[in-house]
């Protein structure tokens, strides 16, 4: 196999300014249940700033911590380019898990074969609104949440990929009673209500115990920081309120 140009080598964790380093590596060839892909697309996601910062604490991890001289892990849209595995062709486009990396040799199981989007739309809405984004806010809120149409839900973080995916599922998939999101900044929060809040709070100001109390009446659906705030709304916790907070209902 020709060469595989990696940005992944060495990530630094030292300093202020952490970089990655160009190199060449042979990739070989794959073995039994593997394929060598071709990367067209990849994911650079926040969560991958943690991996990379020594002073994350694991906890707050989904994965491991990246080891210094790992390449960095990413979800792509990848070409299969060389398959050793019954159920990929050669030209099939895939969602893989793999690395920053223009080719990579990787199991086929963590590869999904990509069906046709109706419309033609833009391949990479598989990395998106139809990848793990996507994903995680769907299932949060349908399967662990459990939200209704009968349900106020308040959105923390509602600017961001999964949040924002949240309100509109929320709101135009499920059809909530209120949803109410809350971002960093008045711009954001005015973003976040064109998606289809009801209304969005910024986290920032010094009133939003009040605004919350006032946008809240009964029940929410919230994490992190506002998940503070909703557990001592009105001086007490209110026994009939669910929280889905990193996939975990509580």
Not at 98 to 123: H, I
Request: proline share 7%.
């Amino acid at each position: 196999m020709g060469p595989s140009k990696k940005g992944d080598d060495p990530p630094i964790f030292h300093g202020p300014d952490a970089t990655f380093a160009l190199n060449e590596a042979n990739c070989g060839a794959p073995q039994n249940g593997e394929v060598l892909i071709k990367t067209l697309y990849f994911s650079n996601d926040p969560s991958q700033r943690g991996w990379i910062d020594a002073n994350t604490e694991n906890e707050r991890l989904h994965v491991p911590q990246l080891p210094e001289g790992e390449p960095m892990r990413t979800f792509a849209i990848a070409e299969i380019v060389e398959p050793n595995a019954n159920a990929l062709r050669k030209g099939d486009l895939v969602r893989a898990w793999t690395r920053w990396s223009v080719y990579a040799v990787v199991d086929a199981q963590l590869c999904t074969k990509l069906p046709p989007l109706p419309n033609e739309p833009s391949v990479t809405h598989h990395l998106g609104a139809l990848g793990i984004t996507g994903l995680t806010a769907y299932f949060g809120i349908n399967n662990i949440a459990q939200a209704t149409k009968d349900d106020i839900v308040v959105v923390s973080g509602a600017a961001g990929a999964t949040g924002s995916m949240v309100v509109q599922l929320a709101k135009k998939v499920i059809g909530c009673k209120i949803v109410i999101g809350t971002a960093g900044s008045d711009s954001k929060c005015e973003w976040v209500e064109s998606l289809g809040a009801d209304v969005c709070l910024n986290y920032r100001s010094p009133n939003i115990a009040q605004y919350l109390v006032k946008a809240t009446p009964d029940f929410v659906n919230v994490g992190g920081y506002i998940l503070d705030l909703m557990l001592t709304l009105h001086g007490s916790i209110w026994p009939h309120r669910r929280v889905w907070h990193n996939c975990q209902l509580q």
